[in-house]
Every structure is written in C-alpha cells, then in structure tokens.
C-alpha cells in the first residue's frame, strides 16, 4: 500500500480525531465553501478521505451539489459518518483512493481535503481521481503546507520543532508540504487543464480560540524530545517558557493556510 494506514488505531484515538477534526473543519468552513464557489463545483460529487463525513456535509449542503459519495479507507469513519452525518445526499463508501469503486466518468466533480498529505503515491491518487471524473469535470485538492503556518511574537525553536515535525510525519509516510507541490503533480498527469491555485487562510484574528487548538502538546510529546535527543533540557524549557508566553499574550497571532489546486478533466 502507498499510504500511512489509520486502521490500526484505537476506538479512543478515532474519537479524539474526529473531535479535532470537527474543531479545525468548524474554523475552515468558510475557506471550503470559497474552494468549492471558484472551482464551479456541482452535480455528482466525490469527497475523497471524507474521515467522519464533516467536509461531505458541508459539500452536500452547497446548493449545485446534487449528490456527494464520501470515500474513506478507515471503516470506522464510515460508519460514524453514517451514523452522525447522514442525509438524502450523501452516500457513505469504504475504498481504496488508489482502486475506487467507481466506473469511468462516473462524477461531474472531485475533491480531497487533508487526504493527500498522507499519501505515498498522491499521483496515482490524482489519475483515479481524473479517472472517475467526467471529461469538462473538476478535480480539487485542498491540502496543507507547513511553510505557510505563521505566528507572532517569535517563539524560541519553534523552527527546530516544525523541522523535527516534518521530518517524523515524513518517516510515517506523511508530506506536510504536499499543498504547494499539488500543482506540478497536477501539471505531469497531462489530464488536466486550466489548473489553478488558491491559498486559503484561518487565523485566531477571526477565531480566537483557534490559538489553543494548535499549541497543545502533551508532556508524552515532550518527553519524546528529550528521550530520542531531539531537544535539550534548556532548549525545551525556553521553548515551553516561549509558548506560556505567547498564549497568555493578547496579542499573539497564529494563522494557518492551505493550497486548493483545482483543474478541469481533459483525458
């Protein structure tokens, strides 16, 4: 397989990530309905690593949208999303994204949101996106990248610890760059044309509890520092000294973004 598998967690660890799932996507749905009101979204919609079905609602509910199918890999957000998310315009699948379920043309639209950063192979990914999608269709990635995450005032190795971050995500198959790299891989299929880019932003200027929902690292997560030499003890300490005071700050600002790389199915 080409991905980094979520089955094996725990029923505790999906609801916590569906918890924070939900916590970012509520902070986002606004940047959602933007990607899908440029790309011209409509008709028969695939929502590709639905997770627990959030994004699928939302895309469900955009007034073009006739039906949404919300594929994921994970059975156990399926069955939440059809537990929790259900309506007369979604339909909930448990698929591979590299062998989908679906005959050739099958969508007017596709969209990924969060899936693609996890993804060994997101270009065999993107061509069974194309495959599924009609010709005149749109194919819509919204995903992240690290180097568009900002934040003031400067908090001490806080760039040691986004550089530790990418470089652990990337050992458990993770890419947290994959948002500005969407356009080239775009670019190679050759099966798609009128590509565009759009960044999109959340910030805790809109949200101010958005802030906390990032800076929350458990002391397991410290010890790991410590434990496999990443970080000193004096370096840990200033760094956690850093985030007290960033977070007690009122003027502290934290802010997020995303690429949506979207273009039109040619075959």
């Not at 895309?59 to 949208?65: H, S, Y």
């Not at 900002?150 to 993770?174: E, F, M, Q, V």
């Amino acid at each position: 397989m080409f991905y980094f598998d979520f089955r094996n967690k725990k029923a505790w660890e999906h609801d916590k990530q569906i918890a924070e799932l939900d916590k970012v996507i509520s902070f986002e749905d606004e940047n959602i309905k933007i990607c899908l009101s440029n790309s011209e979204m409509q008709g028969l919609c695939l929502d590709l690593g639905c997770g627990p079905g959030t994004t699928t609602e939302i895309i469900a509910n955009n007034m073009e949208t006739k039906k949404v199918f919300g594929v994921d890999y994970d059975q156990y957000f399926i069955d939440y999303a059809k537990q929790c998310r259900c309506s007369e315009k979604i339909e909930y699948v448990m698929a591979d994204c590299y062998d989908l379920p679906f005959a050739d043309d099958y969508f007017d639209c596709s969209y990924s949101r969060y899936l693609f950063q996890h993804l060994k192979r997101p270009d065999l990914a993107l061509k069974e996106m194309i495959r599924v999608t009609k010709k005149g269709g749109v194919v819509g990635i919204h995903d992240v990248d690290y180097d568009l995450v900002i934040h003031a005032p400067k908090i001490a190795y806080s760039d040691k610890i986004k550089r530790i971050n990418t470089r652990l995500k990337a050992y458990h198959g993770s890419n947290l760059h994959i948002g500005k790299e969407m356009e080239e891989i775009f670019c190679k299929t050759e099966m798609l044309k009128r590509i565009r880019v759009l960044k999109t932003f959340t910030n805790n200027m809109e949200y101010p509890e958005f802030i906390n929902l990032f800076y929350n690292a458990s002391n397991n997560d410290l010890e790991f520092l410590l434990k496999n030499k990443l970080f000193s003890e004096e370096e840990l300490k200033s760094y956690i000294a850093g985030v007290q005071n960033f977070l007690q700050s009122p003027g502290s600002f934290f802010q997020v973004g995303n690429y949506f790389t979207y273009g039109e199915v040619t075959k």
